[in-house]
Nanobody, 117 residues
Framework: QVQLVESGGGLVQPGGSLRLSCAAS????????MGWYRQAPGKQRELVAG???????NYADSVKGRFTISRDNGKNTVYLQMNSLKPEDTAVYYC???????????WGQGTQVTVSS
């Protein structure tokens, strides 16, 4: 069992910044991928950014150059630094943990990010 606890969402003005955190606990497997997805009202959940246990990252085109994903393996925590936020970034952001081998795939409870003036 793996549990995820997210924090850091909130309301920010356009052009502002937020940092999301997600801490994983439980039966952590060394070969894993952690990432962030988001879902806006009426839209499908989409990948924002992911990072492997050895630091390989990938980003959605819409956030490249603005968002940075990082992780602290000692703390089993992944971070998403979001800069130059736009209203279209408004969504519920979900943390995800999955094994690189096998089928385990775990979701956090979600944290709301609202970008509005």
């Amino acid at each position: 069992q793996v549990q995820l606890v997210e924090s850091g969402g909130g309301l920010v003005q356009p052009g502002g910044s937020l940092r999301l955190s997600c801490a994983a606990s439980g039966s952590i497997f060394s070969l894993n991928v952690m990432g962030w997805y988001r879902q806006a009202p009426g839209k499908q959940r989409e990948l924002v950014a992911g990072i492997t246990n050895d630091g390989i990252t990938n980003y959605a085109d819409s956030v490249k150059g603005r968002f940075t994903i990082s992780r602290d393996n000692g703390k089993n925590t992944v971070y998403l630094q979001m800069n130059s936020l736009k209203p279209e970034d408004t969504a519920v952001y979900y943390c995800n943990y999955r094994h690189r081998v096998g089928t385990l795939n775990v979701w956090g409870q979600g944290t709301q990010v609202t970008v509005s003036s």
